[in-house]
């Protein structure tokens, strides 16, 4: 059963007041649950440390190890600093506490260099595991920690992009077949649903544009007009890449959800789906489910490194929906 925020920290409160906290905790949750915020909160539990320091180099008894911004992913090195940091004295009264973010994104030696952690943790350790997908982690890593499971909120806002994408996917889960033609069609449902995102947010910044032109064409001169049009072209591409972002986010909740069916979990990211994400789990092992996640990985890499758009989705959508 998922916890909510306030439950969960109320839990470990408890224990913590009553000398029973575990050496290592996986605190999973889709984003926006609260992940963070709660490690942030037993650590100022266990070590008086404001939370706003948990996450910055200047909480000196705090470690962190997060993705790396080029491979997104945690690398052994990281893992050996960490190892590194908790074989330190801490202070009187305090615990030495290591937090590792997105702890799926472990490279396969780092999660064997911290298995060897897990299992010998070192005096007055606290290990912190934070991830949206625990599906993903080793059973071997999983089964030394205590689950906290946070529950998804129900006041999450799913924006008209997010509910056509989730549409196209339920088709995808009636369709009998993922032939390659299908998963043409797939890739080129899902750029008009991109187009159509930009087009949106075009139309509004050029609406936002020529209010400032009628409202300041007299007072000033033709160099601040040529400005406020680079501005906008900018901003536009800023906002198109949130939401483009935003419908990546989206896919990775689906498989997300389609691999915890395949293991009998009922946490859903899109509880709306839960019926087609289960239909989509009986098709493929645990293997073939993690497989199309990393492709889905690789299309947010391939993104993030300016590859032609359409051509980036259609080469995902070949690996991920044909057979």
Not at 53 to 64: G, K, L, T, Y
Not at 72 to 88: G, K, S
Not at 129 to 134: D, F, G, M, R
Not at 197 to 207: G, S
Request: with cysteine.
């Amino acid at each position: 059963m998922a916890f909510s925020h306030t439950a969960a920290l109320e839990y470990l409160r408890r224990a913590h007041e009553q000398n029973r906290l575990a050496h290592a905790y996986l605190i999973s949750g889709s984003p926006g649950s609260g992940k963070r915020l709660l490690a942030a909160e037993l650590a100022n539990l266990v070590n008086g440390t404001k939370p706003g320091d948990v996450f910055s180099a200047s909480a000196r008894e705090i470690s962190v190890a997060e993705p790396e911004s080029k491979s997104r992913r945690i690398v052994i090195e990281q893992v050996r600093a960490l190892e590194h940091a908790l074989q330190m004295r801490a202070p009187a009264g305090c615990r030495k506490v290591a937090i590792i973010v997105e702890a799926d994104r472990l490279q396969p030696q780092a999660a064997n260099a911290f298995l060897k952690t897990l299992e010998e943790p070192p005096k007055d350790s606290l290990l912190l595991l934070l991830s949206a997908l625990p599906e993903a982690l080793p059973d071997t890593i999983v089964s030394r920690c205590i689950a906290i499971p946070l529950a998804t909120s129900d006041e999450q806002r799913v924006t008209a992009e997010e509910a056509e994408l989730v549409n196209l996917l339920g088709h995808a889960a009636n369709e009998q077949t993922w032939s390659i033609q299908y998963a043409y069609r797939l890739a080129q449902g899902v750029q008009r649903l991109l187009i159509s995102v930009r087009d949106e947010i075009k139309a509004q910044t050029a609406d936002a544009l020529k209010s400032e032109e009628a409202r300041y064409r007299n007072s000033t001169d033709g160099a601040w007009l040529d400005e406020r049009d680079e501005y906008y072209k900018a901003l536009t591409e800023s906002l198109y890449i949130q939401r483009r972002a935003g419908l990546i986010e989206t896919l990775f909740k689906w498989w997300s959800d389609v691999l915890r069916a395949s293991s009998d979990l009922t946490l859903r990211d899109l509880p709306a789906a839960k019926k087609e994400t289960a239909a989509v789990a009986k098709r493929f092992t645990t293997t073939e489910v993690l497989r199309r996640i990393r492709r889905l990985e690789e299309l947010r890499e391939n993104l993030g490194r300016n590859i032609q758009e359409a051509l980036a989705v259609e080469v995902a959508f070949l690996k991920i929906f044909a057979a």
